[in-house]
């Protein structure tokens, strides 16, 4: 069982930065996928960045070059940093961590986009919220 909690929201102006943290307990991260998924009004929950045990990272079309995701895998800890935000970049962020141990999902999909696909298949954090005002 994992826990996580997300920390580093708030309200920013446009082009201002934010940098967000998920702290993890109960296991080890450095074992699962880790994203950082986003929930905007009116719109579904949607992958923005993550990174996987090898180290590889991927990220929404719309945040390429704004935002970057790490891991220290000695704190357990998950960032994103955010960059030049734009007002569509609000929203509640959630950290999540997956597949759960004996959890399996199509070999057409990756890890991450199972999780944005069947939540239950992985650990989330409660959300923490980002505003971007004009």
């Known amino acids: 069982q994992v826990q996580l909690v997300e920390a580093g929201g708030g309200s920013v102006q446009s082009g201002g930065s934010l940098k967000l943290s998920c702290t993890a307990s109960?296991?080890?991260?450095?074992?699962?996928?880790m994203g950082w998924f986003r929930k905007a009004p009116g719109h579904e929950r949607e992958a923005v960045a993550s990174?996987?045990?090898?180290?590889?990272?991927t990220y929404a079309d719309s945040v390429i070059g704004r935002f970057t995701i790490s891991q220290d895998n000695a704190n357990n800890m998950l960032y994103l940093q955010m960059n030049s935000l734009k007002t569509e970049d609000t929203g509640t962020y959630y950290c999540?961590?997956?597949?759960?141990?004996?959890?399996?999902?199509?070999?057409?999909?990756?890890?991450?986009?199972?999780?944005?696909?069947?939540?239950?298949?992985?650990?989330w954090g409660q959300g923490t919220q980002v505003t971007v005002s004009s």
């Open positions: 999540a961590a997956g597949p759960k141990p004996g959890e399996a999902f199509p070999a057409s999909m990756s890890a991450i986009q199972a999780l944005e696909r069947m939540p239950d298949l992985g650990y």
């Open positions: 109960g296991d080890t991260l450095r074992t699962y996928c």
């Open positions: 990174t996987d045990s090898d180290g590889r990272t």
